[in-house]
Nanobody, 121 residues
Framework: QVHLVESGGGLVQPGGSLKLSCAAS????????MGWYRQAPGKQRELVAT???????DYAHSVKGRFTISRDKLQNTIYLQMNSLRPEETAVYYC???????????????WGQGTQVTVSS
């Protein structure tokens, strides 16, 4: 069983910065892709950024140039540095790992518990 634990959310003023972290539990599994999603009240969950184990990153158009996703391969941890935050980016942010388990050889979606980010003055 793989578990993800998130940290780093909170309240920030417009234009401010926050850094989110997401750590995977120890275990035997292959990580295929890691990413961050967010869900604002009344809206669907949307993709924010993804990163592969070799460090190839991709971003939603709305966050390019302001957000940076990174990973620590040894710690199976990913980060999301968010700069120039906007009020409309208030949401619950979720991390996601797509992993292959040796028990069944299939890909599984694993989600963090979510962390609230509120951008407000």
């Amino acid at each position: 069983q793989v578990h993800l634990v998130e940290s780093g959310g909170g309240l920030v003023q417009p234009g401010g910065s926050l850094k989110l972290s997401c750590a995977a539990s120890e275990g035997i599994f292959r990580i295929n892709l890691m990413g961050w999603y967010r869900q604002a009240p009344g809206k669907q969950r949307e993709l924010v950024a993804t990163i592969t184990m070799d460090g190839s990153a991709d971003y939603a158009h709305s966050v390019k140039g302001r957000f940076t996703i990174s990973r620590d391969k040894l710690q199976n941890t990913i980060y999301l540095q968010m700069n120039s935050l906007r009020p409309e980016e208030t949401a619950v942010y979720y991390c996601n790992f797509k992993v292959t388990l040796p028990t069944d050889g299939r890909e599984h979606d694993v989600w963090g518990q979510g962390t609230q980010v509120t951008v407000s003055s």
